[in-house]
C-alpha cells in the first residue's frame, strides 16, 4: 500500500495522515470549497476539491472519491467517522472499483448498521441484551402492548440510526403514542426509514464501550473499556480510559463478549462495541460501530499502540503480531472534545471566526487539532475543532493535567466546550467516578459556570492584589 487517500476532514483527516507519512505511504486529501485553506489539505501529499460546501455534493459523494482515487493510482480509502465511514454501499464500491477499504466489509457494515440485526446477530453468543423486542415497529398499538409486558419507563429507538436521534424515553403509558408518532418523524427525517423498536430503559445508566481489532487471519484483540457517560443530548463530549468501575474480572468479562460480537458478524478492522451498564453493575449490548472512533485517543494512550497503524497493516492483510496476553492497562487518558457550541446556551453551535487559537503543549498532553487561526469555522458540518487529551500515572493525575491544558487553550472568536470540561473536571461526582449519562441533567447549568468563573476571577484579583502590594513593599525606598 503505497498511497492512502482520506474520505473525511479536519482532525480526523490529519490523525491518519500522520500514521500513514509515519508508515512511508503517500496521502491524498478530498476537500469540499470551503475547506480549500483547511489544514488537512496542507498537511497531505496530493489534494483534490470533490464539491461545493454542503456534505451531500462533496464528502458524501462517494462516486467522485472513489473516481479521484482512481485517478491518483490509490491503494486504499480510509473513511475516517461519519460521512461514509458506515455506509456499506461505499465500502462495497470501494472494492468492486479494486481498491482497499481500510475498514469492514460491507456485511459487517450492514449487520451492526441495523440495531434489530445486531442483536439478532450476537443472540446466539450469550452476550447479555435490554429486555424489550426483537422486531421494528410503526404501530402504536403494538407499542402499548409491548409496553406494558416489558414495563415503564421504556425506550423508543430507531432501528436504523444513532447519535440521539429518534430516540425517547418515555415513563408513563399516556406518553407512549406521541413520543413514539415523535421518534418514528425524527427516524424518517434523518435516516429514510422511520421503524423503531423498543425495549427496557435502564435507570442510572452508564456507557461503557469496548475497543476491538481483528484480522483476516481469524484473530480478534480487545483494548480494554472506554467510559463515554458525559454525554449532551446523547452525545459524547467527555471520555476516558479505564474505567474507574471495573473490577479486572468484569474487564474481562466484557472484553471477551465484545470479542464475540466481533466474531458474529466476522469483522475486520477496528470497532468498537457498546454496553449500557445499569446500577448493579450488570451490562447489556447496545450496538457496535463499524469504524474507528473519536474517542480512540484514549485507548492508543494507555494500551501503547496506533490503532490506525493495526488498521493499516490489517487491511493490507497483515496478521496482527500483539496477542491478547501481550496487552495491559498503564495509566489513565482523559479526551474532552472540543466543540464550537456554546455551553451558557444549551450547547448550540458557535459559529465565527477563530481569532486566536493557540492549542495546550507539554508532557501528556496531546491534541488531535483541524484548525488554525484566522479559520472560520463551517456551518456545514459538526462543529468539532478538536480532541484535547491528557495521560497520567493515574486517574488523579490526568484530570489535574486536563484542567492544566483547558486553562493554556486559548480560543478567542467562538464559544467552546472548554469552560464545560473544567466544570466537569472540577465536579465532585465525576471525581468520586459516582456518575452516569445523566451528570448533565442532575448537575450542569450554566450560572455552575458562571459562578465558577466568578470564583475564579475572585481568585486571580485577590492574588494580582497581594503581588501587588508585596511589590510595593519591595520597592519603596528607605527614608532617613
Avoid: W
Avoid at 497493516?313 to 496487552?327: F, H, N, P, S, Y
Avoid at 459516582?434 to 455552575?448: I, L, M, R
Amino acid at each position: 500500500m503505497r498511497k492512502i487517500l482520506v474520505a473525511n476532514r479536519g482532525e480526523i483527516a490529519i490523525r491518519v495522515m500522520r500514521t500513514a507519512k509515519k508508515m512511508g505511504i503517500k496521502t491524498v486529501a478530498v476537500f469540499s470549497e470551503a475547506d480549500r485553506n483547511a489544514p488537512h489539505v496542507k498537511f497531505a501529499d496530493e489534494a483534490v476539491c470533490i464539491g461545493p460546501p454542503p456534505s451531500n455534493q462533496s464528502y458524501l459523494q462517494g462516486d467522485k472519491i472513489i473516481e479521484v482515487a482512481k485517478t491518483l493510482g490509490v491503494d486504499g480509502i480510509h473513511p475516517g467517522y461519519g460521512f461514509l465511514s458506515e455506509n456499506a454501499d461505499f465500502a462495497e464500491a470501494v472494492e468492486k472499483n479494486g481498491i482497499v477499504f481500510i475498514g469492514p466489509k460491507s456485511h459487517a457494515i450492514r449487520v451492526m448498521g441495523s440495531k434489530l440485526a445486531a442483536k439478532e446477530a450476537v443472540k446466539k453468543y450469550n452476550i447479555p441484551m435490554v429486555p424489550g423486542i426483537d422486531e421494528a415497529i410503526t404501530d402504536v398499538d403494538k407499542a402499548h402492548e409491548i409496553a406494558q409486558e416489558i414495563g415503564f419507563p421504556v425506550l423508543i429507538k430507531a432501528s436504523a440510526g444513532g447519535g440521539g436521534k429518534g430516540m425517547r424515553i418515555v415513563d408513563r403509558e399516556e406518553h407512549l403514542e406521541s413520543q413514539m408518532t415523535r421518534a418514528i418523524s425524527e427516524a424518517t427525517s434523518a435516516f429514510g426509514d422511520g421503524s423503531v423498536f423498543i425495549e427496557k430503559y435502564v435507570t442510572s445508566p452508564r456507557h461503557i464501550e469496548i475497543q476491538v481489532m481483528a484480522d483476516t487471519h481469524g484473530n480478534i484483540l480487545h483494548f480494554f473499556e472506554r467510559e463515554c457517560s458525559i454525554q449532551r443530548r446523547h452525545q459524547k463530549v467527555v471520555e476516558e480510559a479505564p474505567s474507574s468501575i471495573l473490577t479486572p474480572e468484569l474487564r474481562n468479562e466484557m472484553g471477551i463478549a465484545a470479542t464475540k460480537v466481533a466474531e458474529a458478524c466476522a469483522y475486520v478492522g477496528a470497532g468498537t462495541v457498546e454496553f449500557l451498564m445499569d446500577a448493579d453493575h450488570k451490562y447489556y449490548f447496545l450496538e457496535m460501530n463499524t469504524r474507528l472512533q473519536v474517542e480512540h485517543p484514549v485507548s492508543e494512550l494507555i494500551s501503547g499502540v496506533d490503532l490506525v497503524e493495526l488498521q493499516i497493516k490489517v487491511a493490507r492483510g497483515e496478521k496482527l503480531e500483539i496477542k491478547q496476553e501481550d496487552l495491559s492497562i498503564n495509566g489513565h487518558a482523559m479526551e474532552l472534545r472540543v466543540y464550537a457550541e456554546d455551553p451558557l446556551n444549551d450547547f448550540l453551535p458557535s459559529v465565527g471566526k477563530l481569532e486566536r487559537y493557540r492549542i495546550p503543549e507539554g508532557e501528556g498532553i496531546r491534541v488531535d487539532n483541524g484548525f488554525e487561526e484566522g479559520m472560520d469555522i463551517p456551518i456545514y458540518y459538526d462543529p468539532m475543532l478538536s480532541k484535547l487529551i491528557t495521560y497520567g500515572k493515574t486517574r488523579e493525575e490526568s484530570i489535574a493535567l486536563m484542567i492544566k491544558a483547558i486553562e493554556a487553550y486559548e480560543i478567542q472568536g467562538v464559544q467552546t466546550t472548554l469552560p464545560f470540561g473544567t466544570f466537569v473536571m472540577q465536579h465532585d461526582a465525576f471525581r468520586s467516578g459516582n456518575f452516569d449519562t445523566h451528570f448533565v441533567k442532575q448537575y450542569y447549568s450554566p450560572e455552575a459556570i458562571h459562578q465558577s468563573q466568578e470564583k475564579e476571577a475572585k481568585i486571580a484579583a485577590t492574588l494580582a492584589l497581594h503581588r501587588y502590594l508585596e511589590d510595593k513593599k519591595q520597592l519603596r525606598l528607605p527614608t532617613n
